[in-house]
């Protein structure tokens, strides 16, 4: 097996020799706007004699080795019209070139990248990339933009519940999901318990998430990779925009300090508590809640050939419901990068990490006063180079290191008189290290392919006080045998593998592809939970000698078609994956402050598989998309102890198992600068657990649930509207605003987000808990300076 992964890469890389021998020139094209004057990271660069094509980094960057002569170069970027110039390649040579904004090419989420045809040219698939300008214009709850209810209204993108935090990909839960800003990681995603996003969209230059098999420079989570890049400060001068809703405020300031050195500054603030004190149920009525966040960014650009960016974020939150608790979190973010230019087809990219995130829970009830802590730190050094042989085949291997800190729970009184007593979980450290090659090769103008491995190595390390169970029967407290003290630093459990990558691409047509995919992923991590959405009291946890690394398998294969020179695209995506050492919880599960937390968890087997159906239309005045997805989620708990398996240990419905899931979204641009967009979502109600019977216990009676996940909430539908009015008299205009009315749940149907059952009188009734069940106008305002 090793020998034929050897003469797999030797054949890959073969072309290096020759390509050495070859005289070639490098052209550098920074591609501006043409009215901010600001990069565009993204851009594509096309040379029509040679059809050779590269595509800009994030600083606007095109680097591309070609042989001398005169050469006709096309430039061109989402939402900007296409530029055509010639030149003559004699020496090295750069170029600025600035494209002029598009006015109609604004479309309400864009899956669409750099190229009208990227769907067809480009071996990946199952990628979603976002129009942020347009996110403006999106018929949300409260007004405010936001990045994951624009993912959530994609293929294969689903969600919890309404106003739940996370997300959900391809039928893998909440923390499976890789979300890196700026390539430091977000162990939280969410503000206001679910209802926004925690990341300003305002900043944030590209979204990109990838569903199948992505890159290997990316590891440790199962599902998918999310990234977001904030954008660099503007160069040509200092600009201020931002916005106001019903319930939030941002504002972002951006401009060059001096002639090598930009400064991107933004920040957004919550006042929901006037909305609260509107509410006629006393416990929303006096609930308070409060969020903000900040980022900040420099870019220093000493030369061409050494780009140098420090990025920091910030977020807080804190909650409180009637009563005598109090929930704050806190994620802290760095980030930092030197991005060098070695020789004109070699690049280095050093990256140093660090994020945090920081709960607690404050309660201040007289005499019973206390503070309940968790936290996850990580800190990460990463080191990439990409090699370019020639636009045809590109090399980039890496490696990275990361050291993970964490903390499940700690509680201390507070306060006088407090009867709490103190208790802590042994603090968890970890060391994950990792190492790839990947390789992108056209080896016909009709087929590419994208191959990697990574192999990544997990150490959980001490202080830590590891118990030892008998093991002829379950495991819990009554059956500890032992316990081993190791010391700070000692290693207690390894785990590691490799993790293969392979993506092809067959071009049928013009406009007509085929492609496939599969990938092998694994992941160190688990966010502890036994509740359908995230809550602030989740935390997470590092695999132990118990708790063995998630590994997920996927397989993809899907077909791709443009109609009317690109204006339409078409698609269908099939998958299958298959997951390994899922975390499952055992019936009463206590997790909070448990030191043997393993007893409450199970191991389990999962299958998740489906069908993705899109159209998309990019072009004219009326434009959108339709999504479809019919996919499964199952779970297993196999395991030797009868009493320890669930529903008999048959594959049974994950709590986000949703068969049917259809989003319409759809944009008109309207005369005199006006917009309308319309969202219309349905999908499958997750599953639940219903009381089948009841039986009598110490005389009274309790009721059964012997079948877990076996029913299931009714199903959830919604349409929302807005309107939208851009001041702007031309697209050169640079102090405008545009308003936006929306209209969310517009026929306020009840959409249920649990139902649950209590005994009453001796009847057993139920209730059902809807998060929005009415019609919620808003209106908002984003200006530009």
Known sequence: MKLRLLLLFVLLFSETIPALAQQRLRLTVVVYDGVTK??????????????????????????????????????????????????????NKRVDYYLQPRSTDLEEVDVRATREDKNIKSVQMGQIQLSMPELKRMPVVLGEPDILKALILQAGVTTAGEGAGGFNVRGGRADQNLVLLDGAPLFNTSHLLGFYSNVNSDLVQDVSLSKGAFTPQYGGR??????????????????????????????????????????????????????????????????????????????????????????????????????????????????????????????????????????????????????????????????????????????????????????????????????????????????????????????????????????????????????????????????????VQYGSGQSIQTYGGLE???????????????????GR?????????????????????????YIPPQIADQVSLGVFHNLNDNAIELSVEGYYKRLQNQVEYRYGANLILNPTLETALLQ????????????????????????????????????????????????????????????IQARWAMPHNWSFSTNFVYYTGVPATYPDGQYTYNGQPVLDYSRRNADRIPDYHRLDVAFSKDTRFNKAQRQYGIWTLGIYNVYAHKNPYSIYFTRYNQRTESYRLSVFGTMIPSIAYNFFF
Request: no cysteine; proline share 5%; charged share 20%.
């Open 38 to 91: 600001k990069p565009i990271p993204g851009a594509s660069l096309f040379i029509a004699e040679t059809r050779a094509g590269a595509r800009a980094d994030s600083l606007g960057i095109i680097t591309l080795n070609h042989a001398p002569g005169v050469l006709t170069m096309y430039v061109s970027a989402v939402g900007y019209f296409r530029g055509r110039e010639t030149i003559t390649l004699n020496f």
């Open 222 to 483: 199962v599902s998918s990779l999310l990234l977001m890049s904030t954008r660099n400060g503007n160069k040509d001068g200092w600009r201020i925009s931002g916005g106001i809703s019903p319930v939030s405020g941002r504002v972002v300031i951006d401009g060059p300090i001096s002639r090598k050195l930009t400064l991107l500054a933004g920040g957004r603030i919550a006042f929901p508590n006037y909305l609260l004190k509107l509410f006629p149920t006393a416990s929303v009525k006096d609930s308070r809640a409060f969020f903000y966040d900040g980022n900040l960014k420099l870019t220093y650009t000493p030369d061409d050939r050494n780009t140098i960016s420090l990025s920091t974020y910030r977020s807080h939150d804190d909650f409180r419901f009637p009563g005598d608790t109090l929930y704050g979190w806190n994620t802290d973010v760095l980030s930092g990068r030197w991005s060098y230019l070695l020789r004109s087809n070699l690049q280095l990219n050093l990256t140093g990490l660090y994020s945090g995130y920081h709960l607690n829970v404050d309660g201040v009830a007289p005499g019973l006063a206390f503070r309940f802590s968790s936290y996850i730190e990580q800190r990460e050094g990463k080191a990439d180079l990409f090699y370019t042989l020639r636009q045809k085949h590109k090399i980039q291997v890496g490696t990275n290191a990361i050291l993970y800190q964490l903390q499940t729970g700690k509680v201390q009184p507070t306060g006088e008189n407090s009867s709490i007593n103190a208790r802590r979980i042994d603090p968890e450290h970890g060391r994950e290290l990792g190492a790839y090659i990947n390789t992108e090769w056209e080896l016909t103008p009709r087929i590419s392919l994208q191959a990697g491995l990574r192999y990544s190595h997990f150490t959980y390390l001490g202080a830590k006080t590891v118990y030892q169970y008998d093991p002829t029967l379950p495991r819990s407290p009554e059956t500890v045998t032992d316990s």
């Open 500 to 518: 293969p990558r392979l993506s092809l691409r067959v071009q049928l047509a013009k406009f007509t592809a085929i492609k496939a995919s599969l």
């Open 521 to 545: 992923t694994r992941q160190y991590i688990n966010l502890i939970s036994n509740t359908t959405a995230i809550t602030p009291l989740d935390f997470w946890k590092l695999s132990d000698r």
């Open 604 to 663: 389990a087997a999962g299958r998740s598989y489906g069908v993705e159906f899109g159209i998309s239309k990019n072009k004219g005045r009326l434009t959108g998309q339709l999504n479809y997805t019919y996919a499964r989620s199952l779970i297993a708990v196999r395991t030797p102890f009868d009493q320890l398996r669930i529903n008999g240990g048959d594959y049974y419905p994950s709590y986000i198992d949703r068969p049917n899931t259809l989003n």
